[in-house]
């Protein structure tokens, strides 16, 4: 049981839980998954603890139910608009007779690296290396029993803003459930949908949310961006709904039935019948109408998340774009529009993992695998057929593990 995590993915529109273990392969095994509509959250936003948390206690229980566990504690995604990743580096010296690196350099060095200066409003959520170098030589990932006279590292510290941090984990507390640790949305996604190969030589993915699109840019294997915009699928129908004068669920219907993103691909433009926005009767209107009020709005998503990366981090970006999200996947046309904006080739995204056939659970996925990869600690949980047997597996939270590891070392 001590290898279990258990990863909750909290959207605008979803949350979705995944209980899981990785293999021997590197696979996330997924003992138990679940998903719940959300209401409590809009642009990214917690605007309702109590839904919010109704919503999580829901989801959890579709994967206890499945997994035959109990769910005691989680680690739990957090959104690009409400955290910031500073790219640190930090060096220690090998002190001891020999100069082999013990576990204990890598501890100090990760350690002093959470303790940076940062916002007023903000905390520390997560500190992640990207590589060591030892004497001069980089891209070690494990320095643990090299020899050498200084131990350097390169760090990705992730910050988070204190009120949305609080509300994150009071709306999972609320549900019942123990915060284990925050991951950032970018780190998550790309281990259950990026390729390997992807991330190294540069790929742009666009996540595309009801209400915010995430936007995470790898390059060098490295997160070295994942900010969010509030606009997102829901926005689309939002758009029929006002400028073509009918009610928002007829919006969404027109939206899937269709499925288009650019007028060029219409083939037979025809009247329709819609009910007006009051659904008091029907009016027609056109097909291409509809379609151009959606190019317009997914024109001006890719626009933003291209100007973002253009200002934040322009680069060469080899492996292109990766489109997810079911608001803008199942719209023919997107890729086409992506491609023409950010002048790079696009693909849609699909899950890596065998387990896991939606997108909808890829996040939730991904922070299994994350975890596991940071040798965080794992999940608390319980069999449910075996009550009292709730038992924490290890202690929580990368800096509490760190202070006390090396406790003897600093007091």
Known sequence: ?????????IGTSKVSTVIG?????GEVQVLGKGIATCTGIKKGIIIDIDATSASIRSSVRSAEAQSDIKVISAYVSISGLHVNIINHKNFTSISNDNKEIAKTDVQKLIYSAGTIA????????????SQFIVDGYDGILDPVGMKGSVLEGDFDVVVGKIISVQNIIRSVEKAGIKVDGLVA????????????????IGVIFVDIGGGTTEVSVFKNERLI?????????????????IALKMSYAESERIKKQYQLAATSLIKNDQEIAVNDISESFKKTIMVSDA???????????????????????PGNYGAGVVLSG?????????????????????????????????LEYCTAAGIVKYIVKQEKDASTISKKSIPGTEKK???????????????????
């Open 291 to 313: 379609i151009e009020v959606i190019e317009a709005r997914v024109c001006e998503i890719f626009s933003l998340c291209c100007d973002m990366v253009d200002e934040r981090c």
């Open 185 to 200: 949305e970018g780190f998550a996604a790309g281990e259950c949908i990026l390729m390997p190969d992807e991330k190294d």
């Open 21 to 25: 273990m990785v293999d021997s392969e």
């Open 1 to 9: 049981m001590s290898d279990i995590i258990v990863g909750i993915d």
């Open 118 to 129: 940062i916002p007023d409003d903000s905390e520390i959520i997560d500190v992640v290396p």
């Open 326 to 358: 079911n608001g803008i996947s199942l719209l023919d046309g997107a890729a086409q529009l992506a491609a023409e904006i950010f002048q790079l080739p696009v693909r849609f995204a699909a899950p890596k993992n065998k387990d896991i056939a939606a």
């Open 393 to 411: 597996v290890k202690e929580k939270g990368f800096l509490k593990k760190l202070f006390n590891s090396l406790r003897d070392l600093f007091f």
């Open 225 to 241: 961006m994942n900010q969010c915009i509030p606009v997102g699928g829901d926005h689309i129908s939002n758009d029929l709904s």
